[in-house]
């Protein structure tokens, strides 16, 4: 699996996702890779402040079009936007193109391949030292899941969620910072192609079949989880999405210790379906602490915290969320993002 490191000179290809919610594996990556970022790509966004767009406080140039981007020297493209459907407008496969013939190497996150467009090139060939990274590709070699992760020693923490994109990577990746700037041997199970890009160990869980989605994340879990002290496992989806089917194959291939349970701040109905109720926190907390538990077939795992997201709020409304949540729940709650991971990790190991 390719890693992506401090050497590398990253370009995010971001059209139209700085502003939506298309764009928060380019934007997450923004955030927390090893890498350099040298330039954003997106068409509605050049030329504007990178701070008064996302609050993210870094000097990057946003600019329009992959050729403008390769008068900043990056060796690798990131695909960080996810459009509707999942495929990428012709114009910007152009884009792509233009980049790897220019000799850049690609990461990739979509469902799509890019490895067949090699075919295209002249010779049918990359350049000496230049790649491509599909993620979403399916590792070899899996079985079905069966509860082995129990067995192991180390602590296992679970990020899960009211919803889809509501911060269930970024807690675990602040957990993760937090963690390892402590001196404890921490190890992330990424999940999705973002958490993969940014840390390069894990599975992509969506690209796996699903008779066999627990055993992957079992594999992957029995694999970092023996080399550390603490394991924090990357969320996908919710229990509560009616098309979700990430969240189950993820509690029982992981084994949780514990579970952190991730919400955005005043957020009543699941995204894009407004027919669907999110409950009070405390019957979500429930549901998840039950099926954790199996019936009493596998070991409890406590909702030990709340991370709520309270980027939409000010500061103020947002202490004031955060002291609201925690008094309903009874479980110690922060936005980790915001505020910090240290006191929610103190927290963490301080629960028996």
Same mark, same amino acid.
């Given at each position: 699996?390719?890693?992506?490191?401090?050497?590398?000179?990253?370009?995010?290809?971001?059209?139209?996702?700085?502003?939506?919610?298309?764009?928060?594996?380019?934007?997450?990556?923004?955030?927390?890779?090893?890498?350099?970022?040298?330039?954003?790509?997106?068409?509605?966004?050049?030329?504007?402040?990178?701070?008064?767009?996302?609050?993210?406080?870094?000097?990057?140039?946003?600019?329009?079009? &992959?050729?403008?981007?390769?008068?900043?020297?990056?060796?690798?493209?990131?695909?960080?936007?996810?459009?509707? !459907?999942?495929?990428?407008?012709?114009?910007?496969?152009?884009? &792509?193109?233009?980049?790897?013939?220019?000799?850049?190497?690609?990461?990739?996150?979509?469902?799509?391949?890019?490895?067949?467009?090699?075919?295209?090139?002249?010779?049918?060939?990359?350049?000496?030292?230049?790649?491509?990274?599909?993620?979403?590709?399916?590792?070899?070699?899996?079985?079905?899941?069966?509860?082995?992760?129990?067995?192991?020693?180390?602590?296992?923490?679970?990020?899960?969620?009211?919803?889809?994109?509501?911060?269930?990577?970024?807690?675990?990746?602040?957990?993760?910072?937090?963690?390892?700037?402590?001196?404890?041997?921490?190890?992330?199970?990424?999940?999705?192609?973002?958490?993969?890009?940014?840390?390069? /160990?894990?599975?992509?869980?969506?690209?796996?079949?699903?008779?066999?989605?627990? !055993?992957?994340?079992?594999?992957?879990?029995?694999?970092?989880?023996?080399?550390?002290?603490?394991?924090?496992?990357?969320?996908?989806?919710?229990?509560?999405?009616? !098309?979700?089917?990430?969240?189950?194959?993820?509690?029982?291939?992981?084994?949780?210790?514990?579970?952190?349970?991730?919400?955005?701040?005043?957020?009543?109905?699941?995204?894009?379906?407004?027919?669907? /109720?999110?409950?009070?926190?405390?019957?979500?907390? /429930?549901?998840?602490?039950?099926?954790?538990?199996?019936?009493?077939?596998?070991?409890?795992?406590?909702?030990?915290?709340?991370?709520?997201?309270?980027?939409?709020?000010?500061?103020?409304?947002?202490? !004031?969320?955060?002291?609201?949540?925690?008094?309903?729940?009874?479980?110690?709650?922060?936005?980790?993002?915001?505020?910090?991971?240290?006191?929610?990790?103190?927290?963490?190991?301080?629960?028996?």
């Amino acid at each position: 699996m390719q890693h992506l490191t401090s050497h590398h000179r990253v370009a995010i290809l971001l059209h139209r996702g700085i502003r939506d919610r298309s764009g928060k594996t380019g934007l997450a990556f923004l955030r927390y890779g090893e890498a350099e970022v040298v330039a954003l790509i997106d068409e509605d966004c050049t030329g504007e402040s990178l701070v008064d767009l996302t609050g993210i406080d870094r000097q990057i140039p946003i600019v329009a079009s &992959v050729t403008d981007a390769l008068a900043y020297q990056p060796d690798v493209l990131l695909i960080g936007v996810a459009p509707s !459907g999942g495929q990428l407008p012709d114009s910007w496969w152009e884009e &792509v193109k233009l980049g790897i013939l220019a000799g850049v190497s690609v990461v990739n996150g979509l469902h799509s391949a890019m490895t067949p467009m090699i075919e295209d090139l002249p010779g049918g060939r990359l350049q000496k030292g230049q790649w491509i990274w599909d993620i979403r590709q399916e590792p070899p070699g899996l079985g079905i899941g069966k509860g082995l992760a129990r067995r192991l020693p180390c602590q296992r923490l679970l990020t899960v969620g009211t919803d889809m994109a509501v911060g269930k990577m970024s807690t675990g990746l602040e957990l993760r910072k937090a963690a390892i700037a402590q001196g404890i041997n921490t190890k992330f199970v990424a999940t999705g192609q973002g958490g993969l890009m940014i840390v390069g /160990e894990g599975i992509p869980l969506d690209a796996v079949r699903v008779d066999f989605a627990a !055993g992957a994340v079992e594999q992957a879990v029995l694999d970092l989880g023996s080399r550390c002290d603490l394991l924090l496992i990357e969320g996908q989806g919710s229990l509560l999405h009616p !098309g979700s089917t990430a969240t189950l194959p993820l509690i029982r291939g992981s084994q949780p210790t514990g579970l952190i349970l991730v919400h955005r701040a005043g957020q009543t109905h699941i995204h894009n379906c407004p027919d669907v /109720e999110i409950p009070p926190l405390p019957a979500v907390i /429930e549901l998840y602490e039950a099926v954790a538990r199996g019936a009493g077939a596998y070991g409890p795992a406590r909702v030990e915290a709340i991370a709520l997201n309270t980027a939409h709020l000010k500061p103020k409304a947002a202490k !004031g969320a955060i002291a609201q949540v925690q008094q309903a729940t009874g479980r110690f709650c922060t936005d980790v993002v915001r505020f910090g991971a240290i006191e929610l990790l103190h927290h963490l190991l301080k629960t028996p």
